[in-house]
């Protein structure tokens, strides 16, 4: 129940294209989602963030879609460009539940986009 | 740059052997959270601190500790290390380790045991 589940593990977007990457969960109890960004040799880095009484979230190229019957969530990366090429991470938390607050993580994808 | 430094950046040492990773949170910051990251098993969450108190464990081993001191900083004790705990260790801070405060995370400790 404490696990997310990421998808896909690595994704290749031309320049321009859109990114897609899904996370689910089975924990009803989680109410925080964030997305990580990890560059090589750094440390994850916040992307962006949705709680669920909300079912999308955009700030600028990036957006979250979700779908809170279906616990699944979703990050967009619309005109995709080679420096977004990175592992990103998706991850979610709750008060309740077992996770006490602190963040559950997804595999991660990592993401190369093509000049 | 986050603000959090983890020192040292790189350390290698022997199986059976014990070391002590160092993590200094953001200026302000309250909370310390020690994950650790593999390629089997992702980024996962060890343990945190919030104003010198342990408040969460999370898949930490019996043979790690950590302790958070009254300037604020962490250590993250290994001992009796195996081949299997190398891996990167990340700190990360937040400013009151509540559920939504958002996690800095810093460079990590690269530990390679041989």
């Known amino acids: 129940q404490q696990q997310v589940k990421q998808s896909p593990q690595s994704l290749i977007v031309q320049k321009g294209g859109i990114s897609i990457i899904n996370c689910a969960y089975e924990?009803?109890?989680?109410?925080?989602f964030p997305w990580y960004q990890q560059f090589p040799g750094k440390g994850p880095a916040l992307l962006i963030a949705?709680?669920?009484?909300?079912s999308e979230k955009k700030e600028g190229r990036f957006t979250i879609s979700f779908n809170k019957s279906a616990k699944q969530f979703s990050l967009h990366i619309m005109d995709s460009q080679p420096g977004d090429s990175a592992t990103y991470f998706c991850?979610?938390?709750?008060?309740?539940?077992?996770?006490?607050?602190?963040?559950?993580f997804g595999k991660g994808t990592k993401l190369s986009v093509k000049p | 740059d986050s603000g959090v430094t983890q020192t040292p950046k790189h350390l290698i040492t022997a199986t059976g052997q014990r070391v002590t990773l160092r993590c200094s949170p953001r200026?302000?910051?309250?909370?310390v959270y020690w994950y650790q990251q593999s390629l089997d098993q992702g980024l996962q969450f060890l343990i945190q601190?919030?104003?010198?108190?342990?408040?969460a464990k999370g898949n930490i081993l019996e043979r790690f500790s950590a302790q958070q001191f009254p300037d604020l900083h962490s250590e993250l004790n290994l001992s009796s290390l195996e081949l299997g705990d190398s891996a990167l260790y990340f700190c990360?801070?937040?400013?009151?380790?509540?559920?939504?405060?958002?996690?800095?995370f810093g460079p990590g400790t690269r530990l390679t045991v041989l």
């Open positions: 949705i709680r669920p009484d909300v």
């Open positions: 601190y919030y104003n010198g108190e342990e408040r």
């Open positions: 991850a979610a938390s709750g008060v309740d539940g077992g996770s006490q607050g602190n963040l559950i």
């Open positions: 924990n009803t109890a989680f109410d925080y």
């Open positions: 990360a801070s937040s400013a009151q380790g509540l559920t939504y405060n958002e996690q800095f």
């Open positions: 200026s302000g910051d309250l909370s």
